[in-house]
């Protein structure tokens, strides 16, 4: 029975552990009476309890290398904001949106992040009146160039640890990969005919998104696959030395 | 690299095709009297040496609160819900080896641990180490498990070569495998199902908050289904929708075709992409859409009067055979339909 | 995050790793996510629908911070505007889901009714997966506190200056979480026994 008083009782702060020793001992004697508070109070600590002994969940292994492809990705639109102050128009809605797909994807790989790293967009400073489409051009093309880094770097694992997979997979995986790039093959084409068409944009810039995802999957696989061959391997020690 | 390992994938095909071929599958001691599969028996025979089969089973009670932990390597994984407090796991470990000794040592070496902590059990299989040189892959060697639980247990399974199934469980299902299919059924919090190669299969699905279905190479099937959010994807196979109820949905193919028959939520979102396969959608009610369908080289058709929008940018005059944007009824669910060169079909079912 | 330093000194330190975070220092980028990044995983999954939205979460919160730090004065500890930072993109992204799909989303200073403690039986032994549950079924801001309170282990004045509310609501918020959270375990308990 929850009466009126009940509800009064600072039973958080008591929970937490806020009270002082008097306001307290008066909660208390309280509680001695009332059975319901003395419920209330062990289900709340039970609860608290429980919340800090979860399970702590780890950030995959990989993600701060993704996050750092990514922050390499960011166009440097401070600085070019300051180098040329015309760039707010419909020139920065551009950067925006070639900045944009390119946040979506995951990119694995090793860390960018540097001056040195980023790759020169080939942008001419704003005296140049370069037409609008030319810019988005430059700017998607930056993009590409960051997909095509990211789909190298993981190419590279893939192709040179693929002994760890089972061949079966490795196969699978191999004439998936062919598929993704056929797709970006033909969107590439197409970009070629028309550049201004947002669905081959679109298309491209998707299938390169699945290649770099295929890729991280393939690269994560065989991490696994060495993993367990280390366990193995690790056994093999034990066994040695018994 | 891959060149280099092909007259072993032969071998691997051949061993490793059987458990990804659909139905339940216990390796290669199912009865199947097809000439081929006698064949199989007897190339495997000679090749690799007679099996040697170990059955292990065990059962550990546990209260409501029960999980499932399993992690298997080569063979398949079955787990049904049960009205029973306890998980009671059978696992079958088969060996092929030409040298009988070796195949017992092997089968002896082949170890399924099983741990209990709390409510939680835990099952690994671990693998003998090989005697002699390290160059030939162990593929000789699996265990399949049966496995019954708790109806209200969670359950989590992974295996890389072999079938993923799980069906009637009403905890959290997460079901992996690498080489195989996953099949999931009457699994109402089912999160994630997930292989490589081969079909991912959900069924009679409803409840669930956010489910995951993903391949690569296979099909994704999912009917009678009812999720917050649904995200399914696969490489060069097809994605096929029937009878689901979602407010989000994501399928993506590349060059598979995508098939969607169910009716939209109000305020739904659903996005549908893919490179050079087709999407066609099939709606089964009357619920108001703003759409927004494109293709570069295919083309879009749809049975809905849509009023087109405007194009705000005005940049290129819209080709309505290959794009169409704009809404139909009070525009209340948000439809986005991509492909590249596929065709989009949007119709009344 | 509370430190034992004098409060300028940590300030400048964080002034420093902001300033070269700003200009493009990926030691320091990786010393700001090392320090953070497995609480905030925490706290993104939970705040979502798990796993692999919370890795999405954690890029996206890493990226905004990337792109943000210029604006970060010092005025709060580094850890406090990044975890801001990231509990409101967290927020965000779960309003905009819930309205999208018509549901009420619940505000952190709506004047609040306490809900009534049920009487009943006490919890046992809280499964980890039903606790899970029940916290995925809080409303938004009231998840917040409760994740950043007892689930990470903040002071009530660290939530109130992460989640840019006051002491009090605090408080008001992680009480009203921890009942619901009992409310819902109680119900599962009762039905277990039924069974």
Same mark, same amino acid.
């Given at each position: 029975?929850?009466?009126?008083?009940?509800?009064?009782?600072?039973?958080?702060?008591?929970?937490?552990?806020?009270?002082?020793?008097?306001?307290?001992?008066?909660?208390?004697?309280?509680?001695?009476?009332?059975?319901?508070?003395?419920?209330?109070?062990?289900?709340?600590?039970?609860?608290?309890?429980?919340?800090?002994?979860?399970?702590?969940?780890?950030?995959?292994?990989?993600?701060?290398?993704?996050?750092?492809?990514?922050?390499?990705?960011?166009? +440097?639109?401070?600085? +070019?904001?300051?180098?040329?102050?015309?760039?707010?128009?419909?020139?920065?809605?551009?950067?925006?949106?070639?900045?944009?797909?390119?946040?979506?994807?995951?990119?694995?790989?090793?860390?960018?992040?540097?001056?040195?790293?980023?790759?020169?967009?080939?942008?001419?400073?704003?005296?140049?009146?370069?037409?609008?489409?030319?810019?988005?051009?430059?700017?998607?093309?930056?993009?590409?160039?960051?997909?095509?880094?990211?789909?190298?770097?993981?190419?590279?694992?893939?192709?040179?640890?693929?002994?760890?997979?089972?061949?079966?997979?490795?196969?699978?995986?191999?004439?998936?990969?062919?598929?993704?790039?056929?797709?970006?093959?033909?969107?590439?084409?197409?970009?070629?005919?028309?550049?201004?068409?947002?669905?081959?944009?679109?298309?491209?810039?998707?299938?390169?998104?699945?290649?770099?995802?295929?890729?991280?999957?393939?690269?994560?696989?065989?991490?696994?696959?060495?993993?367990?061959?280390?366990?193995?391997?690790? +056994?093999?020690?034990?066994?040695?030395? +018994? | 690299?891959?060149?280099?390992?092909?007259?072993?994938?032969?071998?691997?095909?051949?061993?490793?095709?059987?458990?990804? *071929?659909?139905?339940?599958?216990?390796? @290669?001691?199912?009865?199947?009297?097809?000439?081929?599969?006698?064949?199989?028996?007897?190339?495997?025979?000679?090749?690799?040496? =007679? %099996?040697?089969?170990?059955?292990?089973?065990?059962?550990?009670?546990?209260?409501?609160?029960?999980? /499932?932990?399993?992690?298997?390597?080569?063979?398949?994984?079955?787990?049904?819900?049960?009205?029973?407090?306890?998980?009671?796991? %059978?696992?079958?470990?088969?060996?092929?080896?030409?040298?009988?000794?070796?195949?017992?040592?092997?089968? *002896?070496?082949?170890?399924?641990?099983?741990?209990?902590?709390?409510?939680?059990? %835990?099952?690994?299989?671990?693998?003998?180490?090989?005697?002699?040189?390290?160059?030939?892959?162990?593929?000789?060697?699996?265990?399949?498990?049966?496995?019954?639980?708790?109806?209200?247990?969670?359950?989590?399974?992974?295996?890389?070569?072999?079938?993923?199934?799980?069906?009637?469980?009403?905890?959290?299902?997460?079901?992996?495998?690498?080489?195989?299919?996953?099949?999931?059924?009457?699994?109402?919090?089912?999160?994630?199902?997930?292989?490589?190669?081969?079909?991912?299969?959900?069924?009679?699905?409803?409840?669930?908050?956010?489910?995951?279905?993903?391949?690569?190479?296979?099909?994704?099937?999912?009917?009678?289904?009812?999720?917050?959010?649904?995200?399914?994807?696969?490489?060069?196979?097809?994605?096929?929708?029937?009878?689901?109820?979602?407010?989000? /949905? /994501?399928?993506?193919?590349?060059?598979?075709?995508?098939?969607?028959?169910?009716? @939209?939520?109000?305020?739904?979102?659903?996005?549908?992409?893919?490179?050079?396969?087709?999407?066609?959608?099939?709606?089964?009610?009357?619920?108001?859409?703003?759409?927004?369908?494109?293709?570069?080289?295919?083309?879009?058709?749809?049975?809905? =009067?849509?009023?087109?929008?405007?194009?705000?940018?005005?940049?290129?005059? $819209?080709?309505?055979?290959? $794009?169409?944007?704009?809404?139909?009824?009070?525009?209340?669910?948000?439809?986005? @339909?991509?492909?590249?060169?596929?065709?989009?079909?949007?119709?009344?079912? | 995050?509370?430190?034992?330093?004098?409060?300028?000194?940590?300030?400048?330190?964080?002034?420093?790793?902001?300033?070269?975070?700003?200009?493009?220092?990926?030691?320091?980028?990786?010393?700001?996510?090392?320090?953070?990044?497995?609480?905030?995983?925490?706290?993104? #999954?939970?705040?979502?629908?798990?796993?692999?939205?919370?890795?999405?979460?954690?890029?996206?919160?890493?990226?905004?911070?990337?792109?943000?730090?210029?604006?970060?004065?010092?005025? #709060?500890?580094?850890?406090?505007?990044?975890?801001?930072?990231?509990?409101?993109?967290?927020?965000?992204?779960?309003?905009?889901?819930?309205?999208?799909?018509?549901?009420?989303?619940?505000?952190?200073?709506?004047?609040?009714?306490?809900?009534?403690?049920?009487?009943?039986?006490?919890?046992?032994?809280?499964?980890?997966?039903?606790?899970?549950?029940?916290?995925?079924?809080?409303?938004?801001?009231?998840?917040?506190?409760?994740?950043?309170?007892?689930?990470?282990?903040?002071?009530?004045?660290?939530?109130?200056?992460?989640?840019?509310? #006051?002491?009090?609501?605090?408080?008001?918020?992680?009480?009203?979480?921890?009942?619901?959270?009992?409310?819902?375990?109680?119900?599962?308990?009762?039905?277990?026994?039924?069974?």
């Amino acid at each position: 029975m929850t009466t009126v008083t009940c509800q009064e009782l600072p039973i958080a702060a008591y929970v937490d552990g806020e009270l002082s020793p008097a306001e307290e001992r008066t909660l208390e004697r309280h509680m001695e009476g009332c059975p319901t508070c003395r419920a209330l109070v062990a289900d709340l600590r039970t609860v608290r309890a429980a919340a800090f002994t979860l399970d702590r969940l780890e950030p995959p292994a990989d993600l701060l290398a993704r996050i750092q492809a990514r922050v390499a990705a960011e166009p +440097r639109a401070s600085a +070019r904001l300051l180098a040329w102050p015309n760039t707010r128009g419909a020139w920065g809605v551009w950067l925006a949106a070639a900045a944009a797909l390119l946040v979506t994807t995951s990119i694995g790989l090793a860390p960018l992040l540097g001056p040195a790293e980023m790759p020169a967009t080939g942008l001419a400073p704003a005296a140049d009146q370069a037409s609008l489409v030319d810019s988005v051009q430059a700017d998607l093309q930056a993009a590409e160039q960051h997909y095509d880094r990211a789909i190298q770097g993981l190419e590279r694992i893939a192709r040179s640890d693929s002994a760890e997979l089972d061949p079966q997979i490795a196969a699978v995986l191999q004439k998936n990969l062919q598929v993704v790039d056929q797709a970006i093959d033909e969107s590439r084409a197409a970009l070629k005919t028309q550049p201004a068409s947002s669905t081959a944009q679109e298309g491209l810039f998707e299938a390169m998104r699945t290649k770099v995802a295929l890729l991280q999957q393939t690269v994560e696989l065989i991490n696994e696959m060495r993993k367990g061959n280390q366990a193995e391997a690790g +056994r093999l020690m034990q066994d040695l030395s +018994r | 690299m891959i060149q280099r390992r092909f007259p072993l994938s032969v071998l691997i095909l051949v061993i490793g095709a059987v458990p990804s *071929q659909g139905a339940m599958t216990h390796g @290669l001691t199912i009865p199947d009297d097809t000439p081929r599969a006698a064949w199989l028996e007897r190339y495997t025979e000679a090749r690799q040496g =007679p %099996e040697q089969t170990d059955r292990v089973v065990q059962t550990v009670r546990v209260g409501a609160g029960g999980a /499932l932990d399993l992690s298997n390597i080569s063979g398949d994984v079955r787990v049904t819900g049960t009205n029973a407090s306890e998980i009671t796991i %059978e696992a079958v470990k088969r060996v092929r080896h030409k040298d009988a000794d070796e195949a017992r040592r092997l089968l *002896q070496q082949l170890r399924v641990d099983i741990t209990t902590v709390g409510d939680r059990v %835990e099952v690994r299989t671990s693998y003998p180490r090989r005697s002699g040189s390290s160059g030939e892959r162990n593929i000789s060697a699996r265990v399949d498990y049966t496995v019954s639980v708790p109806i209200r247990a969670a359950v989590t399974i992974k295996t890389i070569s072999g079938d993923a199934a799980v069906t009637r469980v009403d905890g959290e299902v997460r079901a992996e495998t690498v080489s195989g299919d996953v099949s999931v059924t009457g699994t109402p919090n089912v999160t994630s199902a997930r292989t490589v190669s081969g079909d991912v299969t959900a069924r009679d699905v409803v409840g669930t908050a956010n489910l995951s279905l993903g391949t690569v190479s296979g099909t994704v099937f999912a009917s009678g289904l009812q999720a917050r959010s649904l995200e399914c994807g696969s490489v060069s196979g097809d994605i096929r929708l029937s009878g689901i109820q979602v407010d989000r /949905l /994501l399928a993506k193919s590349v060059s598979g075709d995508i098939e969607f028959g169910a009716a @939209l939520a109000r305020g739904g979102r659903y996005d549908f992409g893919s490179h050079s396969g087709d999407i066609r959608i099939a709606l089964t009610s009357e619920a108001g859409f703003e759409l927004d369908a494109s293709t570069f080289s295919g083309s879009v058709r749809s049975d809905f =009067p849509v009023t087109l929008r405007a194009d705000g940018g005005g940049r290129q005059r $819209t080709d309505t055979t290959r $794009t169409i944007r704009g809404s139909f009824g009070d525009a209340s669910a948000l439809l986005s @339909l991509k492909t590249f060169s596929g065709t989009v079909v949007i119709s009344r079912n | 995050m509370s430190s034992s330093k004098p409060s300028g000194e940590v300030r400048s330190a964080d002034l420093d790793l902001a300033g070269r975070i700003r200009s493009g220092e990926g030691a320091a980028f990786e010393t700001l996510y090392q320090q953070h990044a497995g609480r905030l995983y925490n706290l993104a #999954s939970r705040m979502s629908a798990g796993a692999s939205d919370a890795e999405d979460l954690l890029q996206d919160i890493f990226l905004l911070a990337y792109r943000k730090v210029g604006s970060y004065r010092g005025e #709060s500890s580094l850890g406090t505007w990044l975890y801001r930072l990231a509990m409101n993109h967290c927020l965000d992204v779960l309003r905009n889901r819930q309205t999208r799909m018509g549901q009420l989303t619940d505000s952190m200073d709506e004047p609040e009714a306490a809900p009534v403690a049920a009487p009943g039986p006490a919890l046992s032994a809280v499964s980890r997966i039903d606790l899970e549950r029940a916290i995925a079924a809080l409303p938004p801001a009231c998840r917040a506190a409760f994740l950043l309170h007892d689930v990470e282990g903040f002071g009530h004045q660290e939530v109130a200056d992460i989640l840019g509310v #006051s002491e009090g609501t605090s408080k008001s918020q992680v009480h009203k979480a921890r009942l619901r959270i009992r409310a819902q375990l109680g119900a599962r308990e009762l039905k277990a026994e039924r069974v």
